[in-house]
């Protein structure tokens, strides 16, 4: 019941601070987390050997991770803040 509060927590989290660039991003982890979790926890209860998709949803969580941390470190050295709102201003 817990693992099921955990992607519930974060999407309203990640829908009511939604300001800071790094909030959303930790917020995307924790979610990218407690799916990988409920995943696991469902082939448990199976009694599934399957690690191939929990290492795909890892590769996949660790990707996101670098992206987002690049596109935070770009951002601050651009803008000098990561506001989302300098997202939504610097399109063409």
């Known amino acids: 019941m817990v ?3 955990i992607p519930l927590i974060t999407a309203m989290n990640l829908l009511l601070h ?6 959303t991003l930790l917020s ?5 987390l407690g799916t990988l979790m409920f995943i696991m ?3 448990m209860m ?3 050997n399957m ?6 949803i890892l590769t996949v969580g660790a990707c996101e991770a670098s992206l987002g941390l690049t596109l935070l470190v770009l951002m601050s050295r ?3 803040s990561d506001l989302v709102k300098n997202l939504s201003l610097s399109k063409c």
């Open 3 to 5: 693992i099921l509060m």
């Open 18 to 23: 939604h300001k800071y660039l790094l909030i």
């Open 28 to 32: 995307l982890e924790a979610i990218t």
């Open 41 to 43: 926890n469902t082939y």
């Open 46 to 48: 199976v009694s599934m």
């Open 51 to 56: 690690p191939i998709v929990s290492i795909l």
């Open 78 to 80: 651009y803008y000098g």
